[in-house]
């Protein structure tokens, strides 16, 4: 078992990925695997099946148009029919409404959900914490977390209903995917696009995140603005796995295809992952949190919050609107902090999106307590959220007298998004919820002096 497990970790350490994002790549387990000058030749090299996978209609226009097309041992058709998967799961949502969700304006916080004891992998692990809008009528979100301590056996994941951005915050994460394998740790995100299959392994046991879930389009990066044309995330940062293929006979294999947020179940005799070429801009990709470039102010000021992902956040799936997003991936990494006669952490504020964050690691800014690694906070549309009495104390007691300051080993990120969401009641009932979060304002006292206004208005 010890040299079987060194194995699998080489095969995953030792990994070369291609790199851009959005880019048109190809990639070949075997030379001349490829077929040249067509998509789907009469017949393939070394006898593949093609076959296409299309993240947009066909019509789309071209600059969003999401296609590859893979050259496969044996074509995904090949498994028996779909059936709903027994035991049900339960605990995922993709059609939110009041049969499953409520709402509520409260400020919400959460500690870091405890890991199982009993066998979990990824699929089981999963759970909807919050969402709006409808995988059916392909347009809404869903936030979810994991805690798991398993790997997946003999069976892959297929996500018909959206795009999966997940953000591990414990415990390295294997995605085997049918464009090949992608190594994810704590501190790097992971993009699964609707319809991909993909297996995921826990080579180091207990593990823990977040996952943000988008329906009816894909996460695009932001346009830069008055950036101008470098800076926050660099397109050449995300990395997309090459090809990489298994053969031979996997007896009573398992797809478990999730559908409408309901998940259903297919037997086939091999793996999915029999991919040995592969070519188009339709693919899984990874990044690295810290290689993103932030911006902030230099003089005096707090900017807005979006500042510090640039104007813009690292990843967004963007609406009709103009600069409003169905959902933002935010970050707030190590970095900078200057202006002068400023309060520099996040101001008090009211906002009309709505804002899900996690802490990967380290602490935030703006939570002095109870905001943890592995947690979680929701702060609705217009409800009131900001520093709590120890950061707003502490900020305001060094005066004028702050010097230039790193925020160093933290990592806390966002899900901001436009639609309002709605929480799933085990959410709302879970155990973890902090019920005394709105104690961390309530000790912020009136520091208004009428005699200083007085002699301002003497003065003038």
């Known amino acids: 078992m010890a040299a079987q497990n060194d194995q699998l ?47 947009t209609s066909f019509t789309a226009p071209r600059k969003l148009n ?5 050259y496969r041992i044996k074509p995904s058709v090949t498994h028996e029919p779909f059936a709903p998967r027994s035991p049900s799961h339960g605990k995922l949502v993709s059609e939110f409404n009041d049969s499953n969700s409520v709402t509520t304006p409260t400020q919400l916080r959460w500690r870091p959900v405890d890991i199982p004891d009993g066998p979990t992998d990824f699929v089981d692990g999963l759970f909807t914490v919050c969402g709006a809008g409808s995988s059916f ?16 056996e ?15 915050q414990k415990g390295r994460l294997w995605i085997t995917t049918e464009c090949g394998k992608l190594h994810v740790s704590p501190g790097e995100i992971a993009v699964l696009p ?14 823990r995140g977040y996952v943000a879930e988008i329906f009816g389009t894909h996460f695009q990066l932001p346009d830069l603005g008055p950036i101008g044309a470098n800076g926050l995330a660099a397109s050449r940062d995300f990395l997309v796995p090459k090809a990489w293929f298994e053969d031979g006979m996997r007896p009573g294999y398992t797809i478990v295809q999730k559908y409408g947020g309901e998940l259903f179940t297919a037997k086939q005799d091999f793996s999915p992952f029999n991919v040995v070429a592969w070519h188009g801009n339709y693919a899984p990709y990874k990044y690295d949190l810290s290689k993103f470039c932030p911006y ?23 609406t009709d609107k103009p600069g409003v997003a169905l959902l933002d991936f935010v970050i707030f990494p190590p970095r900078w902090l200057v202006a002068e006669h400023t309060f520099r952490p996040p101001y008090y504020h009211r906002n009309c ?21 592995g947690g979680a ?52 009932n879970s155990p973890f919820r902090d019920h005394d979060y709105y104690q961390c304002w309530i000790g912020l006292k009136s520091h208004f002096k009428l005699e200083d206004a007085a002699v301002q208005n003497a003065q003038i």
């Not at 999401?66 to 893979?70: G, L």
């Not at 902030?296 to 963007?318: C, F």
């Open 353 to 373: 999106m709505s804002e899900f964050m996690g802490l990967i690691y380290g602490g935030y800014e703006a939570k002095a307590d109870g905001f943890l690694p």
């Open 9 to 55: 970790d080489s095969s995953f350490n030792d990994l070369d990925y291609l790199s851009g994002f959005g880019n048109s790549l190809e990639s070949e387990a075997i030379a001349g695997a490829l077929p040249r000058g067509q998509n789907s030749p009469l017949l393939c090299p070394y006898g593949l099946y093609a076959e296409q996978i299309s993240g």
């Open 194 to 207: 609707q319809g991909f299959r993909f297996s995921v392994e826990m080579p180091d046991g207990p593990s």
């Open 377 to 428: 906070s929701l702060h609705s549309c217009m409800t009131p959220h900001g520093p709590d009495t120890k950061t707003y104390e502490a900020t305001i007691a060094l005066g004028d007298e702050a010097k230039p300051h790193k925020i160093i080993n933290t990592m806390a990120f966002m899900f901001e998004s436009c639609l309002m969401p709605r929480i799933c009641l085990w959410a709302l």
């Open 137 to 152: 009528l392909r347009h809404g979100y869903a936030i979810h977390m994991y805690t798991a301590n398993k790997s997946m």
């Open 66 to 70: 999401h296609r590859s097309w893979m």
């Open 296 to 318: 902030n102010t230099v003089l005096v000021d707090h900017s807005d919050p979006s500042i510090n992902t640039g104007i813009v956040p690292v990843l967004t799936a963007p």
């Open 154 to 168: 003999n069976c892959a994941l297929c996500n018909a209903d959206g795009d999966f951005l997940i953000v591990p």
